[in-house]
C-alpha cells in the first residue's frame, strides 16, 4: 500500500490535525471541495478537517439513501448546525433502491447497488452541479487493507483499486485518514471538538443498512431490519461492545404466534469484541440480556417469529453480514 499506518501509540491529534487542514487547504487552493457526511466517526472528522481547511468552500451533504439508521438525517444535521457547519440533506432514496432492485450478491450489491449510484449519479450530480473539483473522504486503512486484500469490496475505496475519479467521476477525491485506524479517527474526533456521542459511535458501514439485509433490498425490508437496529443499539448501547448489529435473514421459518402458524421472518444478533475490526469475537453477553433483545424484537418488529445470536469469531466471519 502507498500510504504509510499511524499507530495510535505514535499519533499526536493536535499535530495530524494542523497537517492534515494544511494539506487540504494547498490541494483545493482558491477552489471548493464536496464531501459526503454520514454520521459515521469516520466522515465526522473529515468533515471538521475540511470546514477548518476551508470554511465555506466546503459543501457538506447528507445523503439520504433510505438505508440509515432511525432518524440519523435530520439528528445529524443537529449535530453539526452546533459545530457551525451547515449540512444539506439530498433525498436519493430513489435512485438507490432503483438500483438495489432485484440484486441479492453482496458484492454486486456493494458495487452496482452503491458505490455506482453514490458515487457516479448522486455525487457525479452534485460535484458538477456545485462546480467543485474535489471530494473529501474519510477512507481508512482498514478499508483499504480489507479490500486490497480481497475480502470485501469497501464502498469507499477507488484510487487503490485503480479507479481514476477524475476520468471516471469528474473529481478528484482527498482521503486525510487514510493512515489511521479507527482508533486513531477517534482520537482526533475527539480532539476536533466532536461530542463523544459522534466520536465514540460505534462503526456503521458505509453500504449502511443495505449491508444487513442479506437477499434482496427493498424499503420494506430495510424498514425492519431498521427497526432491529434500533432496539440492538437501544439495549446494548452500555455494554462496552465494539459494534453491535441486527441482519434480516433471507429464509423464513415456521413460527406460531396466538396459536396460529406464522411463517415468519428471522433476525440475526452479532455483537463483537475487536479493536480494529481485522478480528473479532463474540461478546459473551448474559443471556438475560439476549433474551430482552429476543423479546423485544418479535414484539416491535413485525413479523419476526425468530431471533438468533452470532457466535463465530472472524475470521471466518465477517462483521456485517454481506
Ligand atoms: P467486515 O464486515 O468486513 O467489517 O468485517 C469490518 C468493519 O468495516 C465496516 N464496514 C464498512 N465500512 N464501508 C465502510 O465504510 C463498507 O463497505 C463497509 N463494510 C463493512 C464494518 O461495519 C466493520 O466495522
Redesign the pocket.
Known sequence: MAVEEIALQDLDPEAFIDEKVREIAAAVGDGTAVNAL?G?V?SAVVTLLGHRALGERLRTYFIENGLMRKGEPEHIREVFAALGVPVEIVDARAEFFAALRGVTDPEEK?DKG?TQVFYKDVFGKLVRDSGAKFLLQ???Y??VE?TVAG???????LAQLGIDTQAAYGYQVLEPILPLR?SGVRAVGKALGLPEEIYSR??????ALA?RVIGEVTPERVALVREATAIVEQELADSGA??Y?AILHEDRVTGVRAGRRDFGRQIEVRC?D?TD??T?EPTELPFATLRRIADRITAEVPGVVSVTYNVAT?PP??????
Open positions: 454520514s459515521g469516520d456493494r452503491i474519510g477512507t481508512n482498514t478499508d480489507e475480502v470485501k469490496r469497501q464502498h469507499n475505496i479507527k460505534p462503526p456503521f458501514p458505509g453500504p449491508a465494539f459494534q448489529l463483537w475487536s475490526a481485522v473479532a472472524k466471519s465477517t462483521i456485517e453480514a454481506v
